[in-house]
């Protein structure tokens, strides 16, 4: 594939990403803002946690990541995502089972969240992709 | 990512995992305290504070092989971590014991069925984290 035609695909996936990105926020403010109930604000608590990994490490060496050896800090990293992970989906379940906010809301918040978990799996995605075609 | 063998799967994804779990745990204990309808005194928050200490402790042991030491000068040493990881599995049974107590005690009254859920998720947390980080 011609070089140019990859940077415009790379830069289009971006885009899209970006978009993804944007949705999972407004779904996560319509939540919110249609039932006129600011509880669920509370997931973006969780929400900040939640690219930890990435943030810390996908500048530096990414493989260290997907790899075995891991340090300490790459263990705990992942420790957090995990638990923010977690955090994601009981927030919303504990507010619907205490009865703060109402089904539409629980729905909105819970695909807010799947949209943010495919964005961030496709970045991730995209992120090995680059180091194998960068070496050519 | 290597994904051919189990262990080589378990060691890129068990600190997440061990993280879920913990969170599970706590999560059900806040989802208890939330919608408990009386109020929960502090004494019930000890077996889940506990249990994340025992885990805590469990995990300050980096690695396992430190108690496979073919070499015999090292023997003095091995009685520590053996002893620092008894007292953190006594501690977690301990907690353990403490949150069916609870159970049982608040059965009578009212804040009762969830506030197991919440300790016993908990010290389910404690396990997954010796295996997690391992």
Redesign the interface.
């Known amino acids: 594939m011609a070089r140019s035609m990859r940077t415009c695909l790379h830069s289009g996936r971006l885009a899209l990403l970006a978009i993804l990105v944007s949705g999972g926020i407004v779904l996560q403010i319509l939540a919110c803002a249609l039932y006129n109930n600011w509880w669920p604000m509370l997931t973006v608590l969780m929400y900040l946690i939640l690219p930890m990994p990435l943030i810390f490490f996908l500048g530096s060496n990414s493989p260290s990541m ?3 050896d ?1 340090d300490t800090w ?3 990293t ?10 994601s989906i ?2 919303p ?2 507010l619907k ?2 009865g703060v906010i109402g089904w539409g809301a629980l729905t909105m918040e819970l695909s807010s969240f799947l949209v943010f978990g495919v964005a961030i799996l496709w970045l991730i995605q995209m992120n090995s992709e680059d180091e194998y075609s960068s070496a050519f | 990512m290597d994904t051919t063998s189990f262990p080589a799967v378990w060691a890129v994804v068990g600190p997440g995992v061990a993280g879920a779990v913990f969170g599970v745990g706590w999560w059900f204990w806040v989802d208890a305290v939330v919608c408990s309808a009386a109020a929960v005194p502090f004494l019930h928050y000890l077996p889940g504070l506990f249990a994340s200490f025992a885990a805590l402790m469990f995990n300050c042991v980096k690695r396992e092989d430190a108690n496979y030491n073919y070499y015999s000068p090292y023997d003095d040493s091995e009685w520590r971590l053996k002893l620092w990881l008894f007292v953190s599995y006594v501690v977690s049974f301990v907690s353990l014991a403490g949150a069916v107590g609870f159970l049982v005690q608040d059965a009578l009254t009212d804040t009762g069925p969830s506030a197991w859920t919440g300790v016993a998720g908990v010290l389910q947390s404690v396990f997954v984290l010796i295996r997690g980080l391992f």
């Not at chain 1, 995502?81 to 977690?86: D, K, L, M, P, R």
């Open positions: 997907m790899s075995n891991g790459v263990s705990f992942k420790f957090l995502t995990g638990a923010s992970i977690v955090g009981a927030i379940s504990i089972h205490a």
